[in-house]
């Protein structure tokens, strides 16, 4: 079984970095055909994906994010990390890790397989 667990800090301020690591258990992150993602969810806008770092360690990044957003991965500990910068109000949100096994990368949120149980982010001085 698959379990993604996210962490990091639920307060973050105007202009900073927000950065939050998701831990894997069950199945490796470098394992064949898995894509490891990063989702949020406002009410405004839904569900909307942020990008994902595959099992060779290949990023894609959804344009509107792309120039603010870094995932990265420690395989040494079994973990994926977002890193989004210059964060407004706007990037409050629940986050949550997400993983789809497939031949092909992901391309809609209704796609993933396991999901963490998400994380609160508040962007607010």
Do not use: M
């Amino acid at each position: 079984q698959v379990q993604l667990q996210e962490s990091g800090p639920g307060l973050v301020k105007p202009s900073q970095t927000l950065s939050l690591t998701c831990t894997v258990s069950g199945v490796p992150i470098t394992a064949y055909n898995y894509y490891w993602s990063w989702i949020r969810h406002t009410p405004g806008k839904g569900l909307e994906r942020i990008g994902y770092i595959d099992y060779s360690g290949s990023t894609d990044y959804s344009p509107s994010l792309k120039s603010r957003t870094s995932i990265s991965r420690d395989t040494s500990k079994n973990q994926f990390t977002l890193q989004l910068r210059s964060v407004t109000p706007e990037d409050t949100a629940v986050y949550y890790c997400a993983t789809r096994r497939g031949s092909r990368p992901p391309t809609t949120v209704i796609e993933y397989d396991y999901w963490g149980q998400g994380t609160q982010v508040t962007v607010s001085s």
